[in-house]
């Protein structure tokens, strides 16, 4: 498969200047983003989610997740949730599921795009298939796809991550019993 047809004249039909790139099949935004070999936060993934208010297509840099309260009082919602397969072929019907261009606003669903990836000049993004995707300004997609733009993102590994780190240098900074230093210190003067 190629770039979407829809995409493509809607597109053109905008006179922005994109270009269209191919890759080797991947289908993590961290595989496309390395493919590209652009960093993540240029990368904008696109995950559609269902709220009580209906889809909303939201666009955020490969480094990071989304932030679901967050997003949820972005777009003042009372749930959100990551939508299915099944729901994706439903409303992308002439795209990869999973590929999805950051223009939901050509399938009447409206985006949200994530503040972040305004610091980005450019960015890369599917463009309908998992070998294909479009380089343009941020400035040229926020133009087109009017999205609502806010703050609702954490980075991959999160909190957890951040706590797990934070151990591991406590423990490494801790001072080793005596009897454990001579231990290594005997170890290191038999190897000699």
Known sequence: MAISGRLKEFLDAAKVKYSALKHPVVYTAQEIAAAQHVPGRQLA???????????????????ALID???????????TATIAKEADIKERFPDVEVGAMSPFGNLYSVP??????????????????????????RFRDFAALAKPKA???????????????????????????????????????????
């Open 150 to 192: 806010g703050a609702f993102t954490k980075p991959i590994g999160g909190q957890a991550a951040k706590k797990k780190r934070g151990a591991t240098k406590r423990a490494a900074a801790r001072p080793r019993p005596a009897s454990s230093v001579r231990r290594r210190a005997k170890r290191s003067t038999r190897r000699r």
């Open 68 to 78: 679901v309260k967050k997003l949820k009082a972005l777009l003042r919602a009372k």
């Open 111 to 136: 985006v949200a795009v994530d503040r972040s990836l305004e610091a980005a000049e450019e960015i890369v993004f599917n463009a309908g298939s998992h070998t294909d995707t479009i380089k343009m």
């Open 45 to 63: 993934k696109s995950v559609l989610v269902k709220t009580d208010a209906g889809p909303v297509l939201v666009v955020l840099p490969a480094i």
